[in-house]
């Protein structure tokens, strides 16, 4: 099977630059993908690692580096309406079907 | 284009009783997945259809089973329904050929289920 690990909660103030980690265990890695969900909505799809390196979309990077099973979204400028819960998810062992991990909290303050 | 609709929004049920759960993919997407989200966790795997045939399926007991129509839509029932089942569903499409490609999943605003 696979797990994921990422912090349950991070704080940050308007304007700022974010990270947040993910840590993962699995065999046949496929990719490791980043989602964004605001209170009571649908997770929306932010962005999708499947080489080493970091790739750009807007304010949002994400980061993957295979050979320490870990990846990071880093979140520039940050602006209030960022705050969400932000969710890694692996796709690995013969399936394509993502597998989520319990999501990162992230508070933008004034 | 239109995106994945998920129907009711919010439900209440008794433990005991069937729920039935229903999901509009979005358009050109021809595989269906189901997740429950338990408050402050992530999305966990219910299972996938695509032609109509279940394709995957996660650590859910057979009473959670599904459907998947000609035009892509999707139901998913949940039998002799337990507190522990009261949680967000979502449902999510996508297109099958694909699943390795770097957009992901388009996800439903879910059912909020609660079992009383």
């Known amino acids: 099977g696979q797990s994921l690990e990422q912090p349950s909660e991070v704080t940050a103030v308007e304007g700022a630059i974010v990270q947040i980690n993910c840590t993962y265990q699995t065999s046949g890695f496929y990719g490791l993908s980043w989602y964004q969900q605001h209170d009571g909505g649908a997770p929306t799809f932010l962005s999708y690692?499947?080489?080493?390196g970091l790739e750009e979309t807007g304010r949002f990077s994400s980061f993957l580096s295979r050979s320490d099973s870990y990846g990071y979204l880093l979140l520039q400028e940050l602006q209030m309406k960022d705050s969400a819960s932000y969710f890694c998810?692996?796709?690995?062992?013969?399936?394509?079907?993502?597998?989520f991990g319990r999501g990162t909290s992230l508070i933008v303050h004034p | 284009e239109t995106g994945v609709t998920q129907s009711p929004t919010h439900l209440i049920k008794t433990r005991g009783q069937q729920v039935t759960l229903r999901c509009s993919s979005q358009?050109?997407?021809?595989?269906v997945s189901w997740y429950q989200q338990a408050l402050g966790q992530g999305p966990q795997f219910i299972f996938q259809y695509y032609r109509e045939e279940e394709n995957g399926r996660g650590n859910f007991p057979p009473r959670f089973s599904g459907l998947q129509f000609p035009n892509y839509s999707s139901e998913l029932n949940v039998n002799a329904l337990e507190l522990d089942d009261s949680a967000l569903y979502l449902c999510?499409?996508?297109?099958?050929?694909?699943?390795?490609?770097?957009?992901?999943?388009?996800f439903g605003s879910g059912t909020r289920l609660t079992v009383v």
């Open positions: 998810a692996v796709r690995a062992g013969g399936s394509y079907i993502p597998t």
């Open positions: 358009s050109g997407h021809n595989t």
């Open positions: 999510a499409s996508t297109r099958l050929q694909d699943r390795g490609a770097n957009y992901g999943y388009t």
């Open positions: 690692n499947a080489l080493d």
